[in-house]
């Protein structure tokens, strides 16, 4: 019980970090802040609820004011993916806007379909119910999910796969942000010496903590045979899978989650192996660090990684995005393991992703798909709740099984699971 008091007394400090009452006037609205994004995603800080290794996260407080409004201006970055995404207090997703969906202020959108070059943006969030014909380029966060009134909360700026990997924000600076009421504004400063959540090492706080007893089984969930199964929101994403987290987002809806990604999930635990093998048709994606736009024709999601997570305390162990990953005939097979359990032929020239199993017994794997395209009819955002995996995805759901380092090194992925032969096609 120890590293659940501890989880939750850290998540609750760095989500009060985070949302500080903005002040009744604006002249002072910068005084409790001092910068515009406050935060942002160090995963030697602050690795938590599932996040991506190619992605970097930046947070800023939404006014609890009703007549308070936030503006962001920026320029489009250079990268897979950005988005501007509102939750309420209790972290959930309540408005959210993605690059495709924005219109640019000067210049073009390089996000939207046959564009490119440069340009620049304005986003308005104003904490009202949203109206039947919303403007756009704005969000409306004057309700929290599930409709009561929402006295705030925070906003996450997203980047996936900056094309110059030394550039988190895409190439560009940091978004500005303008806090405005009663005919006043402020535009906040940047923050100079940002490093994760203030004074917030959750990452060694975790580390310090005991690993909850194998007995108990609301901290496990893995059987004899892995099994994937969609994410629908929190409550299958974190009720019997991350107890720690439940409080944190009572009664329903996504923790932190991007609505513009879909999972499927597979719990494992080394009691019944020490390798886990797993092999799918991946689909197609736009390549921009080779140079392709992020709307390449063809594509049939913006993105897809694989992550293994601790399924306790939502750390990544590792991720492999669909740039990284070794494929052969769009067939990629993925191996987890220890590393002293890691098969010779586990490697890149063998056609082989190899990810670290991890420092405790059990574990998540994550397959993230972002934005499929309507014609991908395979993809996991099909999926509807209460249906099988397997007549939707055929090729593209994961085989996956227990095996042991002398089974692969002998016959590689088909030793663990057979012939690769989809034996589902969707009806």
């Not at 985070?18 to 910068?35: Q, R």
């Not at 004074?199 to 005991?210: C, E, G, K």
């Not at 794997?365 to 249906?387: P, T």
Request: with cysteine; aromatic share 12%; proline share 10%.
């Amino acid at each position: 019980m120890r590293i659940r008091i501890r989880l939750l007394l850290a998540a609750a400090v760095a989500v009060a970090a985070l949302l500080i009452p903005v002040a009744t006037s604006a002249a002072s609205v910068a005084s409790p802040f001092g910068c515009s994004w406050l935060a942002y995603s160090d995963p030697n800080v602050f690795n938590f609820a599932f996040p991506d290794q190619n992605a970097t996260y930046w947070a800023t407080a939404l006014p609890d004011i009703p007549t308070a409004g936030l503006t962001i201006t920026g320029s489009f970055p250079q990268a897979r993916y950005f988005s501007f995404i509102a939750y309420d207090p209790l972290l959930r997703p309540v408005a959210d806007l993605h690059d495709s969906q924005i219109v640019p202020s000067t210049g073009v959108n390089p996000f939207v379909y046959g564009q490119s070059g440069s340009g620049t943006y304005t986003i308005h969030i104003l904490a009202e119910d949203p109206p039947t014909k919303p403007a756009a380029n704005t969000l409306y966060t004057g309700q929290m999910y599930g409709g009561d009134p929402n006295p705030g909360g925070i906003v996450l700026f997203r980047v996936y796969v900056p094309t110059d990997s030394i550039s988190p924000t895409g190439g560009v600076d940091l978004p500005q942000i303008t806090y405005s009421l009663d005919g006043l504004s402020v535009t906040l400063p940047p923050c100079t010496a940002v490093a994760g959540l203030p004074d917030i090492d959750l990452n060694s706080i975790l580390s310090d903590s005991s690993y909850p007893s194998l007995a108990d089984p609301v901290s496990l969930g893995a059987s004899a045979k892995p099994t994937w199964a969609k994410s629908f929101g929190y409550s299958s994403v974190f009720a019997g899978v991350s107890p720690a987290l439940e409080p944190l987002a009572p009664g329903g809806g996504a923790y932190l989650s991007n609505p513009d990604n879909n999972y499927i999930a597979a719990a494992i635990d080394h009691k019944y192996g020490n390798l886990v093998v797993f092999r799918a048709r991946m689909p197609n994606f736009p390549d921009t660090t080779g140079g392709e736009a992020p709307w390449q024709p063809g594509q049939q999601v913006r993105y897809w990684s694989i992550c293994e997570n601790e399924k306790f305390t939502t750390r990544y162990v590792g991720c492999i995005a669909d740039y990284q990953a070794a494929l052969r005939k769009r067939i990629a097979t993925f191996v987890i393991s220890d590393p002293d359990a890691r098969p010779s032929n586990a490697n890149v020239a063998h056609g082989v992703n190899w990810l670290p199993w991890g420092d405790y017994p059990d574990g998540l794997i994550l397959y993230r798909q972002m934005l499929a395209a309507r014609g991908f009819k395979q993809s996991v955002a099909r999926i509807k709740q209460g249906e099988s995996l397997a007549p939707t995805m055929g090729a593209y759901l994961p085989q996956i099984a227990y095996c042991t380092t002398a089974e692969f090194e002998k016959a590689g992925a088909n030793g663990c699971l057979g012939p690769f032969q989809p034996k589902h096609r969707r009806r």
